[in-house]
C-alpha cells in the first residue's frame, strides 16, 4: 500500500502508469527521472537551498564512500527495527546516497523526500528501487501511521511530524556529529578549534531508546575531495580567511569521524 497522502485534500493515492492520483482525483505527474513533486505551493527549496553544483559535488563526495560507516549503521539498525516489506522513509534525503545504500542492501519498500528539487532529481537517478518526492518536511505528504522505520541525517528536525507518520512500535533514528567529528578538518581551518557537543534535537513526544555510536577515521587524497568535504560543514559559512587558506594548501586530510544515531519510538 502507497504510504502517500495527496497534499491538497489528504486522500490516499495510487499510482497509474505515469501519473500518481488520489481518490479525489488530483493528478501529480511524474518527472521524466522518475520522482514526484508533491509540495503543495508547487515551489521546491532550490532558492534557498544547495545549488546544482552543491548538490553534484554532495554526491560524488558520498559516492566515495567516504562516510560508509553512518550508512552501514543506519542500515544495520533498519534491519533491526524494522521487518522484510515495511515501509521505510529517508526524510531529507538529499541526493539519495543513504536511500540508495540501505535499498540495495535490505528488501523494504523504501521512500525518501527533500524540499530541493535538485537534490531530488539526483536521488531518483540512482534507479535504487526507493519511490522519491518533493515535499517539505513542516508538511510530509505520508499518511498517519504509516512509516515502520525512518531516518533523518543532518537536517532541520520536526516531532511533531515525526510522530504523526510513526506506526506504533516505529522508529526514527536522527545522527548527531559525535565530539571528534571533522576534528582533523577544524585543526586545519581553527587555531584552537572546539570539540562537539553532542546536543540532542528537542524531540517532544518521542523517547529514546537506543543510541548506536560510529568512529571511523578519513584520509582524503586531493584538494576537491577536501573542498568537497568542507563545503558540506557549517564551517564553510564562517571560517577566517586565513584559515581557508590554510586548508587549500592541502593536498591530503585525515580526520576521524564521529557520529551518534539516536532512535526514538513514540511516547
Ligand atoms: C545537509 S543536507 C543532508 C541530506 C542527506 N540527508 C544527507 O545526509 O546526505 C540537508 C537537506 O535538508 C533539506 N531540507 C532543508 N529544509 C528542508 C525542509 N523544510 N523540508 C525538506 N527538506 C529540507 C535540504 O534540501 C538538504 O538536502
Ligand atoms: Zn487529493
Known amino acids: 500500500m ?19 492520483r488520489c481518490e479525489n482525483n488530483h493528478c501529480f505527474d511524474n518527472a ?32 566515495k564512500g567516504y562516510y560508509e560507516p553512518l550508512a552501514q549503521a543506519v542500515c544495520d539498525c ?4 524494522s521487518d522484510d516489506g515495511g515501509s521505510v522513509l529517508d526524510i531529507c534525503c538529499g541526493e539519495g546516497y543513504y536511500t540508495a545504500y540501505c535499498a ?3 528488501e523494504r519498500d523504501f ?3 527533500d524540499l530541493s528539487k535538485n537534490m531530488v532529481r539526483l536521488a531518483a537517478k540512482r534507479k535504487c528501487g526507493a519511490r522519491f518526492f518533493v515535499a517539505n518536511i513542516a508538511s510530509i505528504p505520508v499518511r498517519d501511521g504509516a512509516v ?14 515525526f510522530r504523526r507518520i510513526l506506526s506504533d512500535g516505529g522508529v526514527i533514528m536522527t545522527a548527531i556529529p559525535g565530539k571528534h567529528h571533522l576534528f582533523g578538518l577544524k585543526q586545519a581551518l581553527y587555531d584552537a578549534p572546539y570539540y562537539n557537543d553532542e546536543k540532542e534535537p528537542d524531540a517532544e513526544g518521542l523517547e529514546v531508546v537506543e543510541r ?25 559559512y564562517h571560517t577566517p580567511t586565513e584559515g581557508m587558506n590554510r586548508l587549500q594548501t592541502l593536498e591530503t586530510l585525515t580526520t576521524p569521524i564521529e557520529f551518534v544515531l539516536v532512535i526514538y519510538k513514540k511516547k
Open 78 to 81: 533498519l534491519a533491526r527495527y
Open 111 to 113: 521512500y525518501g523526500f
Open 2 to 20: 502507497n504510504i502517500l497522502k495527496c497534499p491538497v485534500c489528504a486522500g490516499n493515492m495510487n499510482q497509474q502508469e505515469k501519473i500518481l
Open 148 to 161: 515502520q522505520a525512518a531516518f533523518h541525517l543532518f537536517a532541520p528536525f520536526h516531532a511533531p511530524e
Open 212 to 236: 548506536v555510536h560510529v568512529l571511523s577515521e578519513i584520509t582524503l587524497g586531493s584538494q576537491p575531495d577536501i573542498n568537497a568535504l568542507f563545503q558540506m560543514t557549517p564551517y564553510y
Open 104 to 106: 540495495e542492501r535490505l
Open 32 to 63: 521524466k527521472e522518475g520522482y514526484v513533486n508533491l509540495l503543495s505551493a508547487r515551489k521546491s527549496g532550490d532558492t534557498t537551498g544547495d545549488n546544482k553544483a552543491m548538490a553534484s559535488s554532495r554526491r560524488d563526495f558520498l559516492n
